[in-house]
Structures are given as structure tokens and as C-alpha cells.
């Protein structure tokens, strides 16, 4: 069983949606987890972390995280063509990736 | 906004050669890391470094890999002799402390082994 699974979409949405990204994770020793946004041939840029269950809200986004069953997911409200990325799940303190999802927003 | 930044952008060599990938970190951080991602798959762990010595490592992170923070500022990757496989982007991270704190990473270099 992978460390962390992610649907690798792709995501087609039209602007103003609500996206909804998730991953789910093997081990519950895991305590970070994290969202990052990687535009093409760009760095992975951090969106969100927590390291508790729960909601984390900052503007657009919330990261949700339920350690009971292993399963962290992103939300994206009023989405924007400037979101349009590949959105990568993150967990434990060295970061194991999940595989990214693609997401397009049509204007 | 403070960034990590990594030189070159893009690297061309051939099979065999040495290559040294840089990074400067933020100037605060005190762990630092090097991923990879090989063009449509998942960026990959290879190696953390704190204390001038390397914390963990991956099972990628051979014999042919090494890391030195060689003046205080930089943060080097070096292959000591490149294989056609290790073409990939190249992610520094660097991270201020190690708990409660997320990784920020550098835009990459982009390897490529000819």
C-alpha cells in the first residue's frame, strides 16, 4: 500500500466552483500534513498545513484533516483559471508526496 | 518574502559526469532538503541535512549522491557520476525549525543527462 494516495485527476471545473482535492494516508503516526501548489516547472508552493483534525481555513481554502480515517482533503471555494495547478497532498515531518492532482478552472 | 533560490535552472550533461546543484536556503532555516521529480511522477524524498551533517536519507540517495553546506549559505547537491535516469527537477527545501514548521522550497533545477 502507497504512503499516500491522491487522485491524479485531471480536474475540469468552471470558474467560480467549489474544488474539492483528497488524499489518503497509510500510517497513523503521520502528525503534518500540508498542501502545496506546483505551477508548471515551478517549485511546489506551500498552500496550507496543519497538523491536527480538524478544519484550517485562509481565504479560499480549507485543509481538513481526519486522523481517524487517514484521509486529508483541500477545498477550494470561488474557484479562479489563476488556481488552475497541480495541488499536491503532503504528510509526516520529511514530506511524503502524494502524486498530484491536476486541476484546470475554465474561465 | 524571503525564498529559497536554486542555480542553475537547467543543467545539461553528459552520462558520467559531475554535477553540483546549488541552493540558498532561507537565511534563518536550520534543515534543509533536497527532493526530486522525475517528469510525471511524484516528487521524491532523497536526502535531510541539520547540523552540518545529514539526518535522514532515502533509499534514491546512493553512494553516487552527496550533500555539503560548504559557507554557511550555500546547500549543495553533488552526482558524482550521472546516469540517464537521474534526469529530473531538482528541489531544494529549507525549513526554519524542525516541528510546527512547513518546508519552503526553490523553483528547482532541471537535470539533464545526456
Known amino acids: 500500500q502507497k504512503e499516500v494516495e491522491q487522485d491524479p485527476g485531471p480536474l475540469s471545473v468552471p470558474e467560480g466552483a467549489i474544488v474539492s482535492l483528497n488524499c489518503t494516508y497509510s500510517n497513523s503516526a503521520f502528525q503534518y500534513f500540508m498542501w502545496y501548489r506546483q505551477y508548471s516547472r515551478k517549485g511546489p508552493e506551500l498552500l496550507m498545513y496543519t497538523y491536527s483534525s480538524g478544519n484550517k481555513e485562509d481565504g479560499r481554502f480549507t485543509a481538513q484533516v481526519d486522523k481517524s480515517s487517514k484521509y486529508i482533503s483541500l477545498f477550494i471555494r470561488d474557484s479562479q483559471p489563476s488556481d488552475s495547478a497541480t495541488y499536491l497532498c503532503a504528510v509526516s515531518r520529511q514530506l511524503t508526496f502524494g502524486s498530484g492532482t491536476q486541476l484546470t478552472v475554465l474561465p | 518574502e524571503p525564498e529559497v533560490t536554486q542555480t542553475p535552472s537547467h543543467q545539461v550533461t553528459q552520462m558520467g559526469q559531475e554535477v553540483i546543484l546549488r541552493c540558498v536556503p532561507i537565511?534563518?532555516?536550520?534543515?534543509f532538503y533536497w527532493y526530486r521529480q522525475i517528469l510525471g511522477q511524484k516528487v521524491e524524498f532523497l536526502v535531510s541535512f541539520y547540523n552540518n551533517e545529514i539526518s535522514e536519507k532515502s533509499e534514491i540517495f546512493d553512494d553516487q549522491f552527496s550533500v555539503e553546506r560548504p559557507d554557511g549559505s550555500n546547500f549543495t547537491l553533488k552526482i558524482r557520476s550521472t546516469k540517464l535516469e537521474d534526469s529530473a527537477m531538482y528541489f531544494c527545501a529549507s525549513q526554519a525549525t524542525v516541528y510546527n514548521s512547513p518546508l519552503h522550497f526553490g523553483n528547482g533545477t532541471r537535470l539533464t543527462v545526456t
Open positions: 537565511s534563518n532555516h536550520l534543515y
